[in-house]
């Protein structure tokens, strides 16, 4: 089960520069959050602070009841060990297989047997589409499958925080569709508190329970994720649909005088670079994927954001009602599937019509051949990749 983690009043400067300032935001326990920002706004900043790799000026991050920023090294060094991290770039070793690279963790923090590592690390392997490609060096795959890899490591300790940044960044759009499935099932299966960094608006929008947005060295927003979805923040509603139009620029800061200068040229007929639809509002969240357990995070929002309903705004109070009803559905059929992987299978010939599938049965997160099925191109082969 995830844990909660708190962060109150964070401030982190790099000498003279500011990077962000009284940053406060709550990631609920199991839930999956989402933060945005433009480039350079300090998003992975943030993440690394969230473990102590960074260390903030002010304020505290509080993980399962320990300030990371005030604490021993030694409580740090335990309190890691609740994180998986999926760096940028998978920060993986180039020197090691990616086998030895996924086996780092539990060879450097458990005192597991050779063949338990063995079984772990070929189960997140496997788990991750890599399958055949653990003998490989870094330096020999693709970018999309270091990524993977980086995903597995950060999976193989069971952690209950799940840090990810930028998951999706050098994956085509498919392969991104994937990776969004198999978070949701990697949270359905063990309810670990997820926080993403994305630039990726589809991933923003169909994946998260909870949205944030760095901007101007402050947290513009952080809540139910129908707030930002529907939020006329002229900062929110350009970089939801990339516009060159409003407030953000090619660097940070854009003044008025610049707005006005191409406003006029977009009245004036030249394209803002943005998608003529518009892209804020509300799709239905992707939901696990059915024969595996619903996700418990989902109940435990519903009963959290209706405590605060009243205190939003009004589009994002009828996006969230209408949302509860899409969810309440969608978990029942969730329910409903993963009742029948659970029944046991009557025998054959005795005219039942239980309606159970062994097809569609899927095993638990812990080895699980199914769930590679959520990665059929990778199976097929790693070379597209
Ligand atoms: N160790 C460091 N020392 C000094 N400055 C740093 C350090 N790490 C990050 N920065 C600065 O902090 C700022 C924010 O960087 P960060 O990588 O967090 O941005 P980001 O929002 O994740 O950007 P992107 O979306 O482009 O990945 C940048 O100006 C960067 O140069």
Not at 108 to 114: D, F, G, L, R
Not at 123 to 142: C, H, Q, R
Request: hydrophobic share 35%; net charge negative.
């Amino acid at each position: 089960m995830g844990v909660e983690v708190s962060v109150e009043g964070l401030t982190k400067s790099f000498g003279s520069q500011n990077i962000w300032r009284d940053v406060s935001l709550t990631l609920p326990m199991g839930e999956v959050s989402v933060l945005l920002g433009p480039s350079g706004t300090g998003k992975s900043v943030f993440l690394k602070s969230l473990i102590g790799l960074l260390h903030p000026e002010q304020g505290s991050v509080i993980v399962d009841g320990t300030d990371i920023t005030k604490c021993s090294s030694r409580e740090l060094y335990e309190i890691r060990k609740l994180f998986g991290v999926l760096f940028q770039d998978g920060a993986l070793f180039g020197s090691m297989s990616l086998f030895d690279n996924i086996a780092f963790p539990l060879r450097e923090h458990t005192k597991k047997k050779e063949d338990e590592i063995r079984q772990n690390v070929m189960d997140k392997i496997e788990l991750v589409g890599l399958t055949g490609a653990e003998n490989k060096l870094p330096g020999e795959i693709s970018g999309g499958m270091r990524k993977r890899a980086g995903l597995a490591r950060a999976l193989v300790l069971d952690p209950q925080i799940i840090l990810c940044d930028e998951p999706d960044s050098g994956l085509d759009p498919v392969r991104t569709a994937y990776l969004s499935q198999l978070l949701i099932d990697i949270n359905a299966q063990i309810d670990a508190t997820i926080l993403i960094v994305t630039h990726n608006i589809q991933v923003a929008r169909t994946v998260p329970d909870n949205i944030g947005m760095l901007f101007r060295k402050e947290l513009v927003m952080f809540g139910p994720r129908e707030v930002l979805l529907t939020s006329d923040e002229p900062v929110v509603e350009q970089f939801l649909n990339g516009r060159r139009i409003g407030p953000i620029g090619m660097s940070e800061e854009k003044d008025d005088a610049q707005q006005k200068r191409e406003q006029e040229m977009v009245d004036a007929g030249h394209s803002d670079g943005g998608t003529a639809e518009d892209v804020r509002g509300i799709v239905p969240q992707l939901q696990a994927t059915p024969g595996l357990p619903e996700r418990k995070a989902v109940g435990r929002r519903q009963a959290r954001v209706r405590e605060i309903l009243h205190t939003l705004p009004e589009p994002a109070q009828r996006a969230i009602e209408e949302s509860f009803e899409v969810e309440d559905a969608a978990q029942e059929n969730q329910r409903e599937a993963y009742r029948k992987t659970q029944q046991q299978p009557v025998g054959v010939g005795s005219g039942s019509n239980s309606g159970y599938d062994e097809t569609q049965q899927q095993s638990s997160y812990q080895g699980s051949d199914a769930q590679t099925e959520q990665f059929p191109a990778y199976r097929a082969g790693d070379k597209a990749l």
